[in-house]
């Protein structure tokens, strides 16, 4: 059979991993995550993983590389829990970790299940790109944080006027993605044609368009807002607090790790760090993270939406899942 993969992607709150376990059921597939905070270890329920009563099996992919999985429902879930939360993954970890668990399920005889909502991630493993080999740097890194988003597009422009014309207009103004630009094009040379030479592009799936089915939920946006709303509240439930601070407890810091950069973990720096927990900061907190997930939302909508060969299911359908149960069907067994 010819080898597939199955994409589920779409905004925060739509059911994506719900969705995916239901199809790997029925397809014989297993999940892949394409996350960027699932990735870390000890941030379960800010994050969203549903690893409650599963345990973490550890698998030898050979060549020495160890990478782990939940089995959730009978279903394995992989690339949960890859690294600690002071490290900075990015997107060229990602498909180092992702490439060789992808072609371990294939040997297997098994379907290729990705899902999440990092598109940055999904775009670097199914397309390749020119930057994954570029390592950070973190002294210009240090030096560009103290610029202003205003003053980073004024040097890409004139450094790497080509990088500056392929950017949408989301990344345009994120100064993570602006100082990413400029540290690549710090490395790799000034024009497209430099960079390319010296780093190639990389790209491991050589696969027909037929090969990859990429489908995307989406919802009327007052409901993703009362979703995530119920998430929020959920996740409160489930003991988000005290998670972060064993975090804290073990070492980890907002400022030296990822909790002070991540959604449901950095609206919390000022409750952890000095102020009065009074139940008004506290309100004012969720009220913060809530604001921060629909923005997050938007982000995504916006980033998917630029893929046209994404099939758009409305998770407002209450027949929706069948509907995209008969269409992996025919596309699986043609």
Excluded at 199 to 206: D, I, N, R, S
Excluded at 215 to 231: S, V
Excluded at 271 to 293: C, D, M, N, P, Y
Aim: aromatic fraction near 12%; glycine fraction near 8%.
């Amino acid at each position: 059979m010819m080898k597939k993969i199955l994409v589920i992607c779409g905004p925060t709150a739509t059911g994506k991993t719900g969705l995916g376990i239901k199809l790997a059921k029925k397809f014989s597939g297993e999940i892949v995550s394409f996350d960027s905070r699932q990735v870390y270890q000890g941030m379960d329920i800010g994050t969203g993983k549903e690893i409650q009563n599963s345990k973490f099996k550890i698998q030898n992919l050979g060549k020495g590389i160890k990478i782990g999985y939940y089995l959730i429902s009978g279903v394995r879930i992989w690339l949960y829990d890859v690294v600690a939360p002071d490290y900075r993954f990015n997107a060229a970890d990602y498909y180092q970790v992702a490439l060789p668990v992808i072609k371990d399920i294939w040997r297997h005889d098994k379907l290729p299940i990705l899902v999440g909502g990092t598109g940055f991630y999904l775009e670097a493993l199914l397309e390749g790109m020119p930057t994954l080999g570029v390592p950070p740097d973190w002294s210009l890194r240090k030096k560009l944080e103290k610029e202003s988003v205003e003053d980073l597009q004024k040097k890409l422009k004139k450094i790497a006027p080509f990088r500056w014309q392929k950017m949408n207009p989301s990344d345009r103004a994120n100064p993570r993605r602006l100082i990413r630009a400029l540290e690549v094009a710090a490395f790799g040379g000034k024009k497209e044609k430099d960079t390319k030479e010296f780093l190639g592009v990389k790209k491991e799936f050589c696969l027909d368009k037929e090969a990859v089915l990429k489908i995307g939920l989406k919802a009327p946006f007052p409901l993703l807002k009362k979703r995530i709303d119920q998430r929020v509240e959920e996740r409160l439930k489930q003991g988000l607090l005290e998670e972060i601070e064993g975090l804290l407890a073990e070492g980890y810091r907002f400022d030296n790790s990822r909790l002070g950069e991540t959604l449901a973990y950095q609206e919390w720096r000022e409750w952890f760090e000095g102020k009065e927990q009074t139940v008004a900061l506290r309100q004012e907190i969720i009220g913060t993270w809530k604001k921060h997930e629909y923005q997050y939302a938007r982000r995504q909508i916006t980033w998917f939406k630029k893929d046209k060969e994404i099939i758009w299911f409305d998770i407002n359908d209450k027949n929706y899942q069948e509907k995209v149960a008969k269409l992996v069907e025919v596309w699986y067994d043609s």
